[in-house]
């Protein structure tokens, strides 16, 4: 069954770190553009990285550009991301997302797969 399974998450203080995980069990033409959005509460869904294979280079973000870095493990099958420097404002429910022709990096509806979500925490 093709699917992304995620894990990792939790809670931590401000200025700590955390790294999330998320197996890929996709055909090769969907892991074209990999991704990681997240939720806050009361707020739209957002993207935040995006790693285009075509030229093996990640899109950040402004809110996380510096902080979190996207990452493959192609022997894997999966992808990370590790977030340092955790702000409160960083609380969120974090996806991963795959899709096979992506024209906007963060717009959702381009991506066909979609990890089952986990939480973030972060407290001052």
């Known amino acids: 069954q093709e699917q992304l399974v995620q894990s990792g998450g939790g809670s931590v203080q401000a200025g700590g770190s955390l790294r999330l995980s998320c197996a890929i069990r996709?055909?090769?033409?969907?892991?074209?553009?990999m991704a990681w959005f997240r939720q806050a509460p009361g707020k739209e869904r957002e993207g935040i990285a995006c790693?285009?294979?075509?030229?093996?280079?990640?899109y950040y973000d402004d809110s996380v550009k510096g902080r979190f870095t996207a990452s493959t493990d192609n022997a894997k099958s999966t992808m990370y991301l590790q977030m340092n420097s955790l702000k409160p404002e960083d609380t969120a429910v974090y996806y991963c997302?795959?899709?096979?022709?992506?024209?906007?990096?963060?717009?959702?509806?381009?991506?066909?797969?979609w990890g089952q979500g986990t939480q973030v925490t972060v407290s001052s």
């Open positions: 996709l055909h090769t033409y969907f892991r074209n553009y």
């Open positions: 997302a795959a899709g096979g022709a992506v024209r906007d990096f963060f717009r959702q509806s381009d991506y066909d797969y």
């Open positions: 790693t285009y294979s075509g030229v093996e280079r990640t």
